[in-house]
C-alpha cells in the first residue's frame, strides 16, 4: 500500500472512530503532540485533545460522518463532510488532517463552512 494510501485510510479511520465516540481508537491514532485547531478552540498534546472529544461524545448520542471529498498529498489528507450530531444539528466541515513520519496524527486543522 502506498504512503498516501495508507494515510487515507488512517483518515478513514479517524472518522469512524470519530463516529463511533471511540476516544480509545482515536488515541491510537494521534501523536503525543498533537494539535487540534478549529473554529472554537486550539489544543495541542493527546490529552487534551482526547479530553475535549470525550466531553463532545457525551453531550451528544449519535454522531454520522458522511465523507463527500477526500483529497491526498505527501503527508496530508483534506476531508470535506457533513457531520450530523443527534439526527438534527448538520454541519459541513473540512478537515486537514497533517501526519507525522511515524503515520501519527500531528495536526487537524478543522473549517466550519
Known amino acids: 500500500m502506498s504512503k498516501m494510501k ?7 479511520t479517524y472518522l469512524n472512530s470519530f463516529a463511533s465516540k471511540d476516544s480509545r481508537a482515536i488515541g491510537n491514532l ?12 486550539s489544543l495541542k ?4 485533545v482526547l ?11 449519535t454522531i454520522d ?7 491526498e498529498d ?7 463532510m457533513n457531520i450530523k ?3 438534527e444539528n448538520i454541519i459541513n466541515v473540512v478537515d486537514i488532517v497533517r501526519f507525522n513520519s511515524s503515520s501519527e496524527i500531528e495536526s487537524i486543522v478543522a473549517y466550519r463552512q
Open 51 to 61: 479530553s475535549v472529544l470525550e466531553k463532545l461524545f457525551d453531550s451528544v448520542t
Open 30 to 41: 494521534l501523536s503525543d503532540d498533537v494539535v487540534l485547531t478549529d473554529w472554537e478552540l
Open 65 to 71: 460522518v458522511e465523507p463527500i471529498r477526500v483529497f
Open 85 to 87: 450530531f443527534d439526527e
Open 6 to 12: 495508507l494515510l487515507k485510510t488512517l483518515c478513514l
Open 45 to 48: 498534546g493527546k490529552c487534551e
Open 74 to 80: 505527501v503527508n496530508t489528507v483534506i476531508i470535506e
